[in-house]
């Protein structure tokens, strides 16, 4: 059994770019969250994706949009990135309403 | 409002010295609480939640509803449980999705 995965794992942009972040969920996981953790923040909840419907969204403006595909594995893009968008990005998996497994993250600088 | 609130963000104790660290929480409804620990250069983990009432690794956390608070407790501290740690809470119950709500984590620090 694999545990969550994330590509990159580093990632320098610009402002105005767009980027695009990679999530594999754990083996016989439906459900994917992501999570935007600014420097000496805890982690904030930005949307789930359950059977490929986005499903639950936090407070985040439509330029983060996200994808989930038929394997569970998912996507999250952000278009027009400012430099607030600089932090860690954590996916997490689950089943059902069981434990999340958190992958190791993704650390997007925006300069 | 829904927030967890830990108000400490770096705790320093001696090992064997004893281990509270507190986090209270405000949310309308009935919420199920969690303890998350992040050592270093890991991935975040669960350590323990409100439902399942067990220990691991020797901490324990009892949920107060009258005071809404979920303390994280260990008697005697070990270096190897150096880390941060983020209490979480999430809905409980049909039409919850079960997104995390984090306070913002307090770093433990157990000096030899």
């Known amino acids: 059994e694999t545990g969550v995965t994330q590509s990159p794992t580093h990632l320098i942009k610009t402002r105005g770019q767009q980027v695009t972040l990679r999530c594999s969920s754990q083996?016989?996981?439906?459900?994917v969250s992501w999570y935007q953790q600014a420097l000496g923040q805890g982690p904030q909840f930005i949307f789930q994706?359950?059977?490929?419907?986005?499903?639950g969204r936090g407070n985040f403006p439509p330029r983060f949009s996200g994808l989930q595909f038929p394997n569970y594995s998912s996507e999250l893009n952000v278009n027009a990135l400012e430099l607030d968008d600089s932090a860690l990005y954590l996916c997490a998996s689950r089943k059902g309403q069981e434990t999340q497994y958190f992958g190791p993250g993704t650390r997007l600088l925006v300069l | 409002a829904q927030r967890v609130t830990q108000p400490e963000k770096l705790l320093s104790v001696f090992k064997g010295a004893p281990v509270e660290l507190k986090c209270n929480y405000s949310?309308?409804?009935?919420?199920?609480l969690f303890w998350y620990v992040q050592y270093s250069r890991q991935r975040l983990q669960l350590l323990l939640r409100h439902i399942s009432r067990e220990s691991i690794k020797g901490f324990t956390a009892d949920l107060n509803k009258g005071e809404t608070s979920f303390h994280l407790k260990k008697p005697f501290a070990q270096e190897e449980d150096s880390a941060m740690y983020y209490c979480?809470?999430?809905?409980?119950?049909?039409?919850?999705?079960?997104?995390?709500?984090f306070g913002q984590g307090t770093t433990l620090q157990v000096k030899p």
């Open positions: 949310y309308s409804g009935s919420p199920e």
């Open positions: 083996s016989g996981h439906n459900t």
């Open positions: 994706y359950y059977r490929e419907e986005e499903n």
């Open positions: 979480a809470l999430s809905g409980r119950g049909s039409g919850n999705t079960g997104k995390l709500i």
